[in-house]
């Protein structure tokens, strides 16, 4: 048993001392907010270490994702998936919008594209997908079908920093994509998020937005609201990205002694990662079957027995909560994959900072059920 608790995740933090300096110009120069120079120096870094050419800075990701779906005017229903955080859907639901859920495909535990058409109704204009655990979506199929229909697409991209497909960053697909930088995320700046914009003039829009509106000190253009990010966040952003190459190879090594060591192991199931070009290794979910000593819930309460504490992402399912389960498209028997996979995952602990003995722990207890 590990002597002290072992979380599903903890967050990567620099060196305290490094950070100082950023807070001393921040003092020197009074600017706290409202677009200042650290939050212009980390627009920009973000860019090029992402790849992409517009990106709008936010004070979380859940504040980015109401505004996305403002900034389309996305209005009647979206579908999208029951697996996720509860965000995705909450950000609907705070719109006047009403979600449609539509099953998972069972590998890659995404939107399922062979079910949208099914869901659409003329009262849909999107759809938003979440690339889950940082895998992407089958984002070729989504806009094939969003195409044919004249829909939106509004990626939920909260877990994939860094991920890339064949093309490039996974965050260039679809209308708009929006990150998280909450503190649990692999790059975080305490809270924070972003919206990915395709061009200058959506990246316009959307700063307006999020400043309540204004384009200058007496002219309102937008019923908007206060998403902006602080400096100090920003800088501490600025910071991190000095790290994160070093972060992600952490969390690379973590998920490869996690599958050499349990590839044998009966009843635990995970998934194998060959069709992602670059991934950023945000989650390690398994899957526990039938075939395994233990229920998932068993297995979950001897991790925390052992001072392990994991977690089951996602279960329930968000179709689940009261606020949902009314719906039609939240019945189980529309959701059997998505039923199934939430009834059985556990995400296992990775962080750059994971001991080598906890991880022995983990491994142990899971291999000698």
Known sequence: ???????????????????IPYLESIWDSKRLTNAGPMHEQLEQ???????????????????????????????????????????????????????????IDPHSFNLDPSKIEAAITPETTAIMPVHCYGRPCDVVAIQKIADAYNLNVIYDAAHAFGVKDSGGSILRHGDLSILSFHATKVFNTFEGGAIICPDAKTKLHIDHLKNFGFVDEVTVVAPGINGKMSEINAAFGLLQLKYIDEALA?????????????????????????DQVTANYSYFPILVEDEFPLSRDELYNKLKDHNIYSRRY????????????????????????????????????????LDKKDMANIINVLRNS
């Open 45 to 103: 870094a973000l860019s090029e270490y992402l790849g992409v050419e517009h990106i709008a800075l936010f004070n979380n990701g859940t504040i980015a994702l109401l505004t996305a779906l403002q900034a389309l005017r996305v209005t009647g229903e979206v579908i999208t998936t029951p697996y996720s955080f509860v965000a995705t859907a909450h950000s609907l639901l705070w719109n006047g919008i009403k979600p449609v859920f539509v099953d």
């Open 250 to 274: 952490k969390r690379c090594e973590i998920d490869r002694i996690y599958r050499e060591s349990l590839k044998d192991v009966k009843g635990i199931t995970f998934y194998d990662g060959s």
């Open 1 to 19: 048993m590990s002597d002290r608790p072992v979380y599903v995740t903890q967050p990567s933090l620099p060196p305290l001392d490094e950070f």
């Open 314 to 353: 996602f279960y329930p399912l968000i179709s689940e909560f009261p606020m949902y389960r009314g719906m039609e498209s939240a019945r189980i028997s529309n959701l059997s994959v998505a039923n199934s996979v939430s009834n059985k995952v556990i995400c296992l602990p990775i962080y750059p900072l």
